[in-house]
């Protein structure tokens, strides 16, 4: 079920289009929604005379686009112009438009490279895998002068495909983080990549190539093994065996669990 925007002010006739994400917009208030929930896609060429033209014109709101116009022929920042949106719609909490100020002026007086990876690595923490996927291969088109800020871009990627439960890309990945940032957290991930798509010869392998000992490997070896066995998997294997030794309702109970997961990976995937 989708969320209802309550909109008080003007509906356009006409959208403005979104051409980063494909979307049509009616009013004030859904371009506030989608400025709040698509921040980090949010750049400097938002601030065009297109969209001052149709608050103008199709909102029929002379003084804010006015006030947009002056901001942007002014040299104003990106913040200042969002902000300037927000306020006028009311659509956002003062908190909500306190942390869209934080972020945009985090984002501020960056290099490109820069707000590329705070993009990717905010994708990551909200769990959206394949636009972080997307944003970190975007980056590593890009050349990169600083071997390790680029192999902790690798990393990220991997872990990105790990949560998707690609641990092959993974793995490959963390290989290429290990080779450019030297950081043993990378080859530790790669280790356990390898390890959880049971391809004991690249475990070896990289183990060998990153000289950790014979103690090293072992203890990353029992770690996963550890890790296998905490509480909340141990709970969700007793789980699915109760379900499946449950006479008569294995089918049903199955099926609800089975949808359960398939609704939280494609929540994880989703773009």
């Excluded at 949106?85 to 438009?97: D, K, M, N, P, Q």
Aim: charged share 30%.
């Amino acid at each position: 079920m989708g969320e209802l925007i309550l909109c008080g002010q003007q509906i356009a006739a006409m959208p403005y289009y979104i051409e980063t994400i494909s979307l049509n917009v009616y009013s004030l208030e859904e371009l506030s929604y989608y400025v709040e929930n698509n921040l980090y896609l949010i750049e400097p060429d938002f601030m065009d005379e297109e969209l001052c033209a149709w608050v103008e014109n199709e909102l029929k709101m002379k003084e804010t686009a006015a006030q947009l116009r002056e901001i942007k022929q002014s040299g104003g920042t990106l913040s200042e112009f969002v902000l300037c949106i927000l306020l006028a719609s009311g659509y956002c909490s003062a908190e909500t438009l306190k942390n869209i100020r934080q972020t945009l002026q985090e984002m501020e007086n960056k290099s490109d490279f820069e707000c590329g990876k705070i993009r990717a690595d905010r994708y990551m923490e909200n769990q959206k895998y394949v636009c972080a996927v997307n944003e970190y291969r975007k980056l590593l088109r890009e050349p990169v002068d600083n071997p390790v800020l680029a192999g902790d871009v690798w990393h990220n990627l991997g872990t990105a495909y790990a949560r998707q439960f690609f641990f092959e890309k993974a793995a490959n990945c963390y290989s290429h983080a290990y080779e450019m940032n030297q950081n043993k957290k990378s080859l530790k991930a790669c280790l356990m990549a390898y390890r959880c798509i049971r391809d004991e010869r690249g475990f070896k392998r990289k183990a060998a190539a990153g000289f950790l000992s014979e103690a090293e490997t072992e203890e990353i070896a029992a770690e996963l093994s550890r890790m296998s066995r905490m509480e909340e998997i141990c709970e969700f294997e007793t789980k699915l065996d109760e379900t499946f030794e449950a006479e008569g309702q294995w089918q049903e109970e199955t099926t609800c669990l089975l949808e359960e997961w398939k609704k939280e990976y494609r929540k994880n995937c989703k773009i």
